[in-house]
């Protein structure tokens, strides 16, 4: 529904107020506002667009069916943030615009829960599960004569979190903790889109689930954190922790962590199974697990056990088993507690596949940025289907964890796309000829000084991590000038041909590939006049390119791709960028202090400005971001996915800005177009899911055009 001009939106504006999916610009509804003077107009339709804006989210995030235009959604939202601005004494903390409206903490507060939150017994059998059915009946039965029912969830691995509600507001959220006491992330789950802020029951509720990361993002972590030298996660669960436990609730909000409730834990009387409880959550608005079942007996729970494990891996969470409940609720009283664990409930865990083998080696691997990374060697052997000969280890801190060994018997693990990883040293088998790991104090591959290091921006999730210092480093030199040549996009050098080149003193870095002239390597053994030509052609075809690209290129510690295009984007130029303080670099969104000292201390050493000289003086050129030559595309966003044949994805990514466009990296609802090349991702069936519109390389070039 449009409305041509403010006028006629002033005098619809009853009309209007009641059409749930009306569109109107800003600009209209400043002309209407001096018609709405009163503050209870005001206030009232404060409340409406709250409720409007809070259910489109209830449609997407809880019910996967979105139902109105990104637009729609994105007006009635800035309406409301414009609203409240300018009245703020209508502000509310439960408002859908305070999702990421948190300070950053100095610390988490600790917070008692209302009840402890206990811990579910595992049963890993069908005898264990027998077993425990006999010992719940017998109890029940010295009572009164009972025949159980049940209630089955899947069990996704994540982190067990209590959400409190008053007077219909979520007022505060905990992780679990020791059960008794718990830490206070309140706003970090605020970020969480489907978790609601106002449920309509006004009673005091305690409603408990899981909060869990997709595999996808938690892949996509893990790839970048590899880039950037930082530690890596082990498993999803891992990394959802990680991120609830961020004191910036920024960086929570852009981990995508998404909650299921399987739990009220205050008792509501009208709710007499645990199948009702679940029933009356998703009323609440919360999002539960879509393959929950009510079981007649212990069969029924063993068939659903069965059909579960083999959809487990075409889940997009991580998942470990099932969770058996007691239906009836009323027998929990007398079924009781032992310990932390409820008699009522179990956790059925599939196992994760194991295996023993013999830990043959720990070897060290340095990164580009210097980062020594402990891999362990394994006598090869087969876990969950692929055969494994070797496993990070992560860091030090792990191999101290684990206390492993060379020699040792080690127990290796594998759960389904997971990468494997080491879980325990059998330390009864030890014959005494196990050796201790210790960190070399020299680099092992250039006999560099090893200095050790804490990385991470908070001290709680920081580990000690261990760095070759010397600058001109062989292993950090190589992977830098592979890491160089992939970011420049000369593909016709690769890490053979480097070496090789290097091996003959023809290049010492990354900027001498420049001054390279043909006949330097046509003399070469096995290299051809035409490969000659074919590889100088490339690299002077690629001697150009963006500020973004060359930043990256340096292959400076904790700076991928974002963070280079952030960098560009504040200073504009190389020449500001070398001269910034560290206050300059830290006052940058999204640049923390660990990465902005980064940052200065690679910009202010010798070296580094001596490389950066001389590439220019080889003849890099930076290419001055072209201001948009129209705006064609204003307010449209691309992802790319796929190889295109006529450019490169960079070229396209150029043409897209230059239009006025911007360019994602993933799709999602507020994405315009998905350009698919040859051998689409993922990415290409997500638009199709979302029913984004999708570009052929064709339509893309006579879109641009
Ligand atoms: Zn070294």
Redesign the pocket.
């Known amino acids: 529904m449009y409305f041509s001009t403010g006028i006629t939106c002033c005098k619809v504006v009853e009309n209007f107020l009641d059409h749930s999916f009306a569109r109107c610009r800003i600009a209209q509804l400043k002309v209407k506002y001096r018609y709405m003077v009163k503050p209870s107009e005001i206030k009232e339709r404060i409340e409406k667009l709250r409720q409007q804006v809070d259910d489109l989210r209830y449609r997407y995030h809880v019910l996967n069916d979105p139902r109105v235009t990104d637009e729609v959604y994105e007006d009635l939202t800035k309406e409301l943030v414009e609203l409240e601005h300018q009245y703020p004494q209508f502000m509310s903390p439960d408002s859908p615009t305070q999702r990421v409206g948190g300070k950053v903490l100095e610390k988490f507060e600790k917070v008692k829960h209302p009840l402890p939150m206990l811990s579910l017994n595992n049963a890993f059998s069908e005898e264990d599960l027998r077993a425990w059915e006999k010992r719940t009946s017998k109890l029940l039965s010295d009572l009164q004569q009972k025949k159980l029912d049940y209630f089955c969830e899947v069990k996704l691995d994540g982190l067990s979190i209590s959400l409190e509600y008053e007077n219909g507001v979520f007022v505060r959220g905990s992780t679990r903790g020791d059960g008794i006491f718990g830490e206070d992330v309140t706003q970090n789950l605020k970020t969480i889109q489907s978790i609601p802020l106002r449920i309509k029951d006004k009673r005091k509720i305690e409603v408990r689930g899981e909060c869990v990361m997709l595999k996808s993002v938690w892949e996509k972590i893990n790839k970048q954190n590899e880039k950037e030298g930082k530690p890596l996660f082990a498993n999803p669960r891992n990394a959802a922790a990680g991120s609830i436990r961020q004191l910036d609730p920024k960086i929570s909000a852009s981990r995508k962590l998404d909650f299921f409730a399987w739990d009220i834990a205050t008792d509501l009387p009208e709710l007499k199974t645990h199948q009702a409880e679940h029933k009356y959550i998703q009323e609440l608005g919360f999002r539960v697990d879509e393959y929950q079942r009510a079981c007649k007996n212990l069969d029924e729970v063993l068939k659903f056990i069965s059909q579960t494990e083999k959809v487990r891996e075409k889940l997009a969470f991580g998942m470990d088993g099932v969770v058996i409940n007691v239906n009836d609720l009323s027998l929990y009283q007398s079924l009781g507690v032992i310990g932390k664990a409820p008699r009522y409930a179990i956790a059925f865990k599939y196992p994760a596949e194991q295996a023993t083998t013999i830990l043959k080696n720990i070897l060290i691997n ?1 990164g580009r940025t ?1 980062a020594l990374t402990p891999l362990a060697v394994f006598e090869p052997t087969f876990v969950a289907g692929s055969k494994i000969s070797k496993a990070t280890l992560h860091n030090m801190d792990q191999i101290q964890r684990l206390d492993v060994r060379i020699g040792d018997t080690v127990v290796i693990q594998k759960a389904g796309d997971v990468i494997p990883e080491v879980v325990e040293a059998l330390v009864k088998l030890r014959n005494g000829k196990e050796k201790k790991f210790v960190m070399p104090s020299k ?1 092992p ?4 000084v090893v200095e050790k290091r804490q990385i991470g921006e908070k001290a709680k999730e920081s580990s000690t991590a261990y760095f ?1 210092a ?1 600058p001109k ?4 030199n190589r992977r830098g000038m592979q890491h160089f040549a992939n970011a420049f996009e000369i593909m016709s050098v690769g890490p053979q041909i480097l070496d090789r080149f290097k091996e003959d003193g023809l290049i010492s870095d990354a900027a001498d590939l420049f001054t390279l002239k043909q006949e330097d390597i046509s003399g070469l053994e096995r290299f051809g006049e035409k490969s000659a030509e074919n590889i100088i052609k490339s690299i002077q075809e690629h001697s150009k390119v963006t500020l973004p690209r060359f930043i990256y290129a340096l292959g400076i510690l904790h700076v991928g791709e974002q963070t280079s295009e952030d960098l560009a984007n504040h200073f504009g130029s190389l020449k500001k960028i070398m001269a910034a303080t560290l206050e300059d670099i830290n006052g940058i969104e999204n640049i923390g202090p660990v990465i902005a000292r980064s940052i200065y201390d690679w910009f202010n050493q010798k070296e580094n400005i001596r490389f950066v000289e001389k590439l220019i003086d080889n003849g890099v050129k930076i290419e001055v971001a072209a201001k948009p030559s129209s705006n064609k595309f204003s307010g449209k966003t691309f992802v790319i996915t796929g190889t295109l044949d006529s450019m490169s994805r960079d070229q396209a990514k150029a043409l897209i800005k230059q239009a006025g466009g911007k360019v994602s990296e993933s799709v999602s609802k507020l994405t315009s177009f998905v350009v698919v090349g040859s051998d689409p991702g993922s990415k290409a069936e997500k638009a199709e899911k979302l029913g984004v519109k999708i570009l052929g390389e064709k339509e893309f070039i006579n879109l641009v055009k």
């Open positions: 340095v210097g680099c591959v250039c006999g560099g070759c010397n480093c062989t292993a950090k």
